[in-house]
């Protein structure tokens, strides 16, 4: 035993030097970055040599020069937008040299808590990634959010962008937020499975029911979901909303000036939704399946048509793509204005940054139309800014462009036009009624109240 | 005892067998993480599902989630975190313990009470009051202050569970260094420290997973990319929408390297440990 | 000697200075931030707003506060039973030499290193009704009908998650126990054996009561563990579906950084935090009023 003793006496100090060393090491790192850089300058010099010539000579001085920097942190955790960044970010700092870029890539959902923290900290981050619509607002509301007018003024979007995109950045006529990056939702199916059924994409609700029972009489599933995370129940309120009642009508609710209980909402699930689920248009347990689960039976062949965004593509297989096609979610009443769900993300500058110059020409970089047209062409997203050249855009992309283009209205998202106590709310609700669809008046008048809650009691 | 004896009775034998099944149904989970390492997301996707047969063995997402997740940079990071959190916390704890375990004075049930209480409190409602508590003391974005919000919050468990542990060692053995002369601080690092050392060996095994693997704190009290630790590098491989399967799961698996040398290194001290006889002796 | 006794009188105190110091600043103080911050309406960003005990009276007419009770003595029932038992019969079948004993330890030890999001992930997958593990295997045994949505129906979800969490745990609580038979005189197991005394009687009067410390430990963060349970709930179901797998943990979290509810949310923890310390502390304190004196 004494032997073991004298081990750990040994082992104990070594581990406590250890611990010395770090921590200085952790206490020196040094937080502020300062850059010297090698400037390279063409010196003549006159030399003496036998015959007379005078030579020039390329010389390294070290001249310290001051860089700018500017601290960028995004939420672009997805693989492919995560690179499309990141080149974003090389291709300005080739065009500023002198400013340096502080990137940090957090994981999305992380993003949603720590933004808090960023806001309200003393030395927060310049330029950050955010969502357009009812959650930048929340900020912009409490006075966090750098007023960027004068950029828009300056890089001209006040002609390149159009006046939806101007209206959603800004608030009491002063722009705060830059959007940058949008994509569309549609319903995507299976051109092959089409086929083979002799199927065409439906237009009207009508066709769409036709084509659900035809699919279902094969052994089709015709639609698959994964409500696990809930929002992509919520797409379909969406959508129904709009083509039922109308987009604007569907913007009101989701600013709590109408009512959950309403006859009209109300008839988009007794009228409308209930039925699909009950005559079996939907997989079975959608509830235990995330949205990417769920994608496993649009590929398997098990189902043919999925209500979802672009960027399902990112996740299908690739050599599987080319069965992918997409239709603008059918038309229930021709006399209603075509809404669509376009969620925007952009960027925004903190209030109290410490950077603002270099900050606002990253902001002006990220919205013109070279880092847009760069990001579009990577990603097969859509950019907002109308003067990138949409020529070289895929064929998707295009459609996608069209879709868009062809609607009245263009709305964010459920989770991000109304309130996040509301959408959760709303969204556990959808689940309810997915479970019990007779329960629905129950739901609603449950809604009404917590609509009451959070938009009139303040 | 041998092999050849061990499986010589039938029983033993059974047992044996039974305690190798029953591990392999507990490992299930893990060897699916494995396979599923090596394969491509596509291939899951094509096949049917993560439970299917592999039609590729794929060697990059690996290195994939090595690079994307900035391995290579953060590691380092968690170390330095990591390390002194948990010397600092250890050692802490075991002088509150020791005076907890051993002394009868006043407020020693209060202060012991207080210890408990505070490992009883969830951490996400600490958050926000420690994000102002450290950019107040001008440590936020800094390690220090990571590893001083890491050695305060264990120092509640690790306290409770040390004092437990030393209270099982027999009072003679101090007595007999008291009388002998010895100051509280040298009975303290000769005597009680060796004889809790499968405690702590154990607990240091513990705290080294909790801490390394930690992120909120980081999240939450760290702004600059390059102070990041692995755990953060990681949680960026998880997207808005996607979830890149594979080199997620990669990526956890080479998270986990570092806690398992650590568990191999320190378990022959728990598990094998110190015999006690101090009473022989 | 004089010098000695005083040394010794507060020998107790100046152990404790430093750490006790550092934790009160860093946890002590935050903590009763967060009491203050239970009564108030608070968004993160701007001031907080006193508004007394209106949150918790919000709380107790709230339908999720209950369900998350409930879930958290669900899981609570099953972690002081379950992991505790498996892990000190564990603990008593690997400490000895058996071929492989380390192999057997690291695997059960080996959930505990995997991060919350890949264990939540592969369990998911294990979960997937039409394409998962478990459901493959039922159907083969052809009991297809118990091949259900384990995650998705309301009633088994809960039980489904706590079946990961104990998984999970058997190997902590395996190792602190191992831990503790370190501490076991072998002399003593020699006497008893010489006594007459079968191994399960060695075990019962002997190895057990020696371990009580050990096992105060386990019941004890037990108990915490399944009070504080988060990340499981978080990355398997968030909760879902419509709240029938909340836990107060997740619970707090959801009303606190998704809606913005700093302060119900703050109410959330103490509640639950007050709810733990009567379990622990009637629990502690008997236990202190039994323990040897020396």
Redesign the interface.
């Known amino acids: ?1 004494l032997k ?2 004298g081990k ?2 040994k082992v ?1 100090p070594i ?2 030097a ?2 010395i060393v ?2 200085t ?3 020196c ?1 040094p ?1 502020t970055v300062t850059v010297e850089v090698p400037v390279e300058r063409t010196v003549e010099v006159e030399v003496e040599v036998p015959v007379e010539k005078t030579v020039e000579v390329p010389v390294e001085v070290e001249v310290p020069v001051e860089k700018e920097i500017v ?1 960028y ?1 995004s ?5 492919e ?2 690179e499309a960044d990141a080149g974003q970010v090389a291709m300005f700092e080739e065009k500023y040299p002198n400013i340096d870029v ?9 993003f ?3 933004i ?10 310049d330029v950050m990634t955010w969502f357009a619509g009812n959650r930048a607002r ?2 912009i509301d ?1 006075g ?1 959010i750098m007023d960027v007018s004068d950029v828009w003024e300056s890089e001209g979007w006040n002609e390149s962008y159009p006046a939806g995109f101007r209206a959603m950045s800004s608030v009491d006529g002063k722009q705060y937020f830059v959007p940058a990056s949008w994509y569309w939702w549609a319903v995507y199916y299976r051109k092959d499975i089409f086929d083979q059924y002799e199927l065409e994409p439906p237009e009207t609700w009508e066709e769409f029911l036709q084509v659900c029972e035809t699919l279902k009489e094969n052994g089709v599933t015709p639609i698959t979901i994964g409500t ?3 929002w992509t129940a919520a797409a379909w309120f969406d959508y129904l909303n709009m083509r039922i009642n109308g987009p604007e009508f569907h913007i009101d609710l989701m600013l709590g000036k109408e009512k959950y209980d309403d006859p009209r909402v109300e008839k988009i699930f007794t009228d409308y939704w209930a039925p699909l689920i009950e005559d079996g248009y939907f997989i ?10 769920a ?3 649009l ?2 062949g098990d189902a043919a048509m999925y209500l979802m ?1 672009d ?1 399902l593509r ?7 793509e080319s069965k992918l096609d997409f239709f603008r979610f059918p038309i229930i009443d021709p006399s209603v204005p075509i809404g669509e769900d376009a969620p925007t993300d952009g960027y925004f500058i903190a209030a109290s940054a410490q950077h603002t110059d270099a900050a606002k020409e990253l902001l002006g970089f990220l919205g013109s139309v070279e880092a847009q047209q760069y990001f579009a062409d990577q990603l097969g997203r859509l950019p907002t800014n109308m003067e990138v050249d949409t020529s070289g855009f895929t064929p998707m992309q295009q459609q996608g462009l069209e879709l868009i283009q062809g609607a009245d209205f263009v709305a964010q998202f459920y989770d991000r036009d109304t309130t ?2 509301m959408a ?1 709310e709303g969204m ?2 959808f ?2 009624f997915w ?1 019990n669809p007779d329960t629905i008046g129950d739901i609603l008048a449950r809604l009404e109240t917590v609509r009451q809650e959070v938009f009139e009691s303040e | 005892m041998t092999t050849r004896k061990f499986f010589s009775s039938p029983w033993r034998t059974l047992g044996f067998v039974a305690l190798l099944l029953v591990t392999f149904i507990w490992l299930v989970p893990l060897l699916t993480a494995l396979v599923t390492a090596f394969r491509s997301n596509d291939d899951i996707m094509l096949q049917g599902g993560p439970f299917s047969l592999p039609r590729e063995i794929v060697l990059t997402n690996f290195q994939t989630a090595w690079e994307r997740g900035g391995l290579s940079r953060y590691l380092p990071n968690s170390f330095i975190i990591t390390l002194p959190s948990l010397l600092l916390t250890l050692f802490l704890s075991s002088l509150s313990a020791y005076a907890l375990a051993r002394f009868r004075f006043r407020g020693n049930r209060l202060i012991f009470f207080l210890y408990v209480g505070g490992t009883l409190l969830p951490f996400q409602v600490l958050m926000l009051p420690v994000f102002r508590l450290t950019d107040a003391l001008g440590l936020y974005d800094t390690f220090a202050g990571l590893i001083a919000i890491h050695t305060a919050f264990q120092l509640g468990f690790c306290t409770f569970l040390l004092r437990n542990y030393m209270r099982t060692v027999p009072g003679e053995i101090m007595e007999a260094a008291r009388i002998d002369g010895c100051g509280e601080f040298r009975i303290w690092w000769q005597i009680m420290m060796p004889l809790t050392m499968p405690a702590i060996a154990a607990l240091a095994t513990l705290e080294f997973t909790w801490i390394f693997n930690d992120y909120l704190w980081a999240i939450v009290l760290l702004r600059n990319d390059a102070l990041k630790p692995v755990t953060a590098g990681l949680a960026t491989l998880q997207g808005q929408y996607i979830m890149d399967w594979t080199v997620i799961v990669a990526g956890a698996l080479l998270a986990t390297v570092p806690t398992i040398f650590v568990f191999l290194f320190l378990q022959r001290y728990f598990i094998e440990g110190l015999t006690l006889g101090a009473t022989k002796g | 000697m004089e010098r000695r006794q005083v040394l010794s009188k507060s020998a107790p105190y100046l152990f404790l200075i430093v750490p006790l110091i550092i934790y009160l600043i860093w946890v002590v103080g935050p903590m009763f931030y967060s009491f203050y911050l239970s009564m108030t309406k608070w968004d993160g960003l701007s001031a907080p707003v006193f508004i007394g005990l209106r949150n918790y009276q919000k709380l107790f007419k709230d339908p999720v506060f209950f369900v998350s009770l409930k879930n958290n003595l669900k899981w609570v029932v099953s972690f002081i039973t379950i992991p505790v038992a498996a892990g000190l019969g564990l603990a008593m079948a690997l400490n000895r030499t058996i071929p492989g004993e380390k192999f057997f330890k690291a695997s059960f030890y080996a959930p505990m290193v995997l991060s919350f999001v890949v264990i939540g992930l592969i369990w998911s997958w294990m979960y997937n009704p039409a394409h998962g593990l478990l459901n493959q295997l039922l159907r083969m045994l052809r009991l297809d009908s118990l091949a259900i949505g384990w995650l998705s129906e309301k009633n088994v979800v809960m039980w489904a998650i706590i079946v990961v969490a104990t998984w999970r745990q058997v190997g902590y609580v395996m190792v602190l126990y191992l831990a503790g038979l370190q501490g076991v005189d072998p002399g003593l197991l020699d006497a008893s054996k010489v006594d007459g005394c079968s191994g399960w009687q060695t075990f019962r009067h002997v190895i057990f009561p020696l371990l009580a410390p050990v096992t105060v430990i386990v019941v004890v963060i037990s108990i915490i563990d399944s009070l504080r349970a988060f990340d499981l709930v978080s990355v398997m179901t968030r909760g879902g579906p419509y709240n029938s797998s909340s836990v107060l943990a997740n619970f707090m979290y959801i009303e606190a950084f998704n809606n913005y509810k700093m302060g119900y949310g703050a109410a959330i923890s103490v509640i639950q935090f007050l709810i733990s310390v009567v379990f622990i502390f009637i629990y502690l304190w008997r236990v202190l009023q039994t323990e040897m004196e020396y």
Do not use: C
């Open positions: 035993m073991e003793e750990v006496k104990l581990l406590m250890i611990v770090l921590g090491v952790a206490a790192t937080q601290i942190n939420y672009m955790s997805d693989p937008p995560r502080v990137h940090s890539t957090i994981a999305h959902e992380d949603k808590q720590a808090r923290a960023y806001l309200t900290a003393s030395t927060p981050p929340f900020f409490k966090l696990k995370y809930r079975d347990e959608p509830a235990a399946y995330t949205w990417q689960e994608l496993q039976f590929i398997d965004g960027f990112d996740s299908y297989p690739d050599e599987e996040p106590e959760d556990n609700g689940m309810e479970d």
